[in-house]
């Protein structure tokens, strides 16, 4: 199964792998899982960490590079991505949601969130 993290969840995995849920646990460690990331949460999380956020002190430069070594997916932003974000409902605010939203709607790969509103935008997206 294709799996795109939302943010929350890439850094729990990459560095606090004890605050997965046991589903979220179960999805991320199943074999046939293909796991990917979006150059929206390195965004997010330079941002974040830039506002002296606490929950975002990560290098998102060592970050990537882990996750790619990892076996890692990235998914880039592009114009079908940013044009499909407004095409969504007003279900919820946060931008950076938004677009992961679009980009797994677009690139029809299953969203893993925490955010019980991300997970009403699509029968694509798992909340955890």
């Known amino acids: 199964m294709n799996l795109l993290l939302d ?3 890439l850094l729990w995995a990459a560095g606090e792998p004890a605050r997965l849920t046991p ?3 179960r999805l991320i460690e199943a074999d046939d ?3 990917h990331f979006s150059v929206a949460s390195l965004w997010e999380i330079v941002i974040k ?5 606490d929950d975002f002190q ?3 430069h060592s970050l990537r590079r882990n996750l790619l070594e990892n076996g ?3 998914v880039e932003i592009g114009a079908a991505h940013v044009l499909k974000v407004g095409g969504l ?5 946060d931008p950076f949601d938004r677009l992961l939203v679009a980009q797994s709607v677009k690139e029809g790969v299953t969203l893993v969130t925490t955010d019980a509103l991300v997970a ?6 798992i909340e955890v």
């Open 7 to 9: 943010t929350q969840l």
């Open 23 to 25: 589903k979220a646990a």
């Open 33 to 35: 899982s293909i796991l």
């Open 49 to 53: 960490a830039s506002l002296g956020r």
């Open 58 to 60: 990560v290098d998102p």
């Open 72 to 74: 890692f997916r990235e």
């Open 89 to 93: 409902p007003p279900l919820h605010k």
């Open 120 to 125: 009403r935008y699509s029968p694509l997206i």
